[in-house]
């Protein structure tokens, strides 16, 4: 069988990280058994979708490197197909034109209510055998309705949540059309899984309840439904649904924050799906380990303290020179010029293992791009002790005479630190200050590699 999976967002809003998970496996799926992956949007609810929302989407799925091999195909531009299935099950009977007015749909209701039953269409236009069917009024434009089977029950083994049977006595005649000919929701979903060949229905277990239906709709059509994976919801860390209300970021905020589209993969497949007690793994490894029985059962839930984490390991492994190209973007954002100064990568490098966002290292590297500190001499006698300047003096020399190798500046500092029997903070503290108006600044041999012998030379020369 040749493997076809979709993602079908409807384009209403806020895309938050859970949203994307359910593009991440079916594309997993597909790439893991050499099958397609497309995508399809799902906009018929035209006064809710926005093409900002549909921006968000494509370019999300781009950033995590989430590819295609069809679409985005809307929805919008196949309404003629719609229309025409539903004139071909009129035709063959398989649904039927109903009058029933929407006063007298909700007095129907209320009686249902009032009688305890559940409320459903009681199939008052269903044409039948030996029914005599009211008279059509005038000028009343139909709803077009489904036939759906009378008796017996939808069964499907769902891959997540395993075996679902569902009555048909639960089902009524679903509206397939509405009055001026529009297609409904879950008539679209069946037409377009069919007319795309789709093998794999892996979505939010939302559908759940839409699934018995669509599978009537799509045996009535004459299709053979899709295997059916329900994903259980992602909840926030307060345990409740995720949603822009309460505080969901959304993967725009993510890439604006300074996260690795790695790490946000990473994560989100980990989100729902586990492969023995592997947490951190390649895109690669993910597409081979991926499979449909390791999806959990129950509701995943976000939690933000591991996503920064894991974007941490991240950049403690990536290679210095991508992960300069990643930040620079957020060094510009802070005003450094990262090609006046000392060398990008080599400041990257520096202060990646500390760093758990791409932000953290553009504000980090801001020091190394900032004018040499002038300082006035009452500064320099407040925060350089008399007694220091001649182990300073002496440090000069010996960085001067020292090869351009951090363990040469390390033991250059070794060196004067024995000679005056000082500690290292008493010779550091007044280094860092001389070269960058500071007390903080990551290991200070390695500061000296990446500043440059002669630019640390000169800056320390200020103040003794
Ligand atoms: N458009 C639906 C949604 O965004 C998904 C439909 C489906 O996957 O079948 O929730």
Wanted: one cysteine or more.
């Amino acid at each position: 069988m040749h493997i076809r999976t979709r993602f079908a967002p409807s384009p209403t809003g806020f895309i938050h990280l859970g949203n994307l998970r359910s593009a991440l496996y079916p594309w997993a799926f597909a790439r893991h058994n050499q099958g397609d992956f497309i995508l399809r949007i799902e906009d018929t609810d035209v006064e809710r979708s926005t093409q900002e929302a549909v921006d968000v989407i494509i370019e999300g799925m781009a950033w995590l490197g989430l590819d295609l091999d069809e679409g985005p195909i809307y929805q919008m531009q196949r309404i003629d197909r719609y229309r025409a299935v539903v004139k071909q099950m009129l035709d063959a009977g398989l649904a039927y034109p109903c009058y029933m007015s929407e006063a007298e749909l909700n007095k129907l209701r209320d009686q249902q209510m009032a009688n305890k039953e559940k409320p459903r269409y009681n199939g008052q236009w269903r044409p039948e055998s030996g029914k005599t069917l009211p008279a059509i009024p005038e000028g009343v434009l139909p709803v077009i309705r489904f036939k759906n089977p009378i008796g017996g029950s939808v069964i499907w083994e769902d891959a997540v949540k395993g075996k679902i049977e569902i009555s048909n006595d639960e089902l009524d005649d679903l509206v397939i059309a509405r009055p001026d000919g529009t297609p409904t929701y879950n008539f679209c979903v069946v037409v377009d899984d069919l007319d795309m060949n789709i093998t794999h229905v892996i979505r939010g277990d939302d559908h759940v309840n839409n699934t018995p239906r669509q599978i009537n709709i799509m045996k009535a059509l004459g299709g053979t439904p899709p295997v059916y994976a329900h994903l259980p919801t992602v909840l926030n860390d307060s345990g409740e649904k995720m949603s822009k209300r309460n505080g969901a970021m959304s993967v725009r905020d993510y890439q604006k924050a300074g996260y690795l589209p790695e790490a946000i993969l990473n994560y989100l497949a980990r989100l729902g799906w586990s492969h023995g007690d592997a947490e951190i793994f390649t895109k690669e490894q993910f597409v081979n380990w991926f499979d449909l029985g390791s999806l959990g059962r129950s509701p995943a839930q976000h939690n933000p303290e591991k996503l920064l984490w894991l974007n941490h390991q991240y950049i403690q492994n990536a290679d210095p020179a991508d992960l300069a190209e990643a930040t620079k973007p957020f060094a510009h954002e802070l005003g450094i010029d990262t090609e006046n100064g000392p060398d990008f990568v080599q400041v990257v490098a520096l202060l990646k293992d500390r760093a758990n966002t791409l932000i953290e290292i553009a504000e980090g590297a801001k020091l190394f791009y900032l004018p040499a500190p002038v300082h006035s001499s009452e500064e320099i006698a407040e925060n350089i002790p008399a007694e220091i300047i001649p182990a300073l003096k002496d440090l000069i020399e010996a960085i001067q005479s020292a090869e351009h190798t951090k363990a040469a500046y390390g033991a250059a500092f070794k060196e004067v630190l024995a000679k005056h029997q000082i500690k290292m903070p008493a010779l550091a503290m007044p280094v860092r200050y001389a070269l960058f108006a500071t007390t903080q600044t990551p290991a200070i041999d390695s500061v000296l590699l990446v500043i440059g012998k002669n630019e640390a030379v000169a800056r320390l020369s200020k103040v003794v």
